[in-house]
């Protein structure tokens, strides 16, 4: 093994996925990529709010819609 392999870290990324009450899939993390069926990047960041209540103008992504409509979940 090389030097250079011996001083390498892995960085360890932690995701964390939690769902709001009566709101949206909160999605957090360090280089999250928000990807759509066809592999293209829709968002880079690292907090997304997704959207569990099917309502939402801008989806995927949450636009507070669970509130106007009462979703509970």
């Given at each position: 093994?090389?030097?250079?392999?011996n001083n390498k870290t892995e960085?360890?990324?932690?995701t964390k996925l939690f769902p709001r009450p009566?709101?949206?899939l909160v999605v957090t993390g360090e280089k999250l990529d928000l990807i759509d069926e066809n592999g293209?990047?829709?968002?880079?960041?690292?907090r997304f709010s997704i959207c569990r209540c099917g309502h939402s103008a801008s989806q995927p992504m949450c636009?507070?819609?669970h509130n106007r409509i009462g979703f509970t979940g």
């Open positions: 093994m090389s030097e250079q392999q960085e360890k990324v932690i009566n709101g949206p293209k990047v829709i968002k880079s960041a690292e636009d507070g819609s």
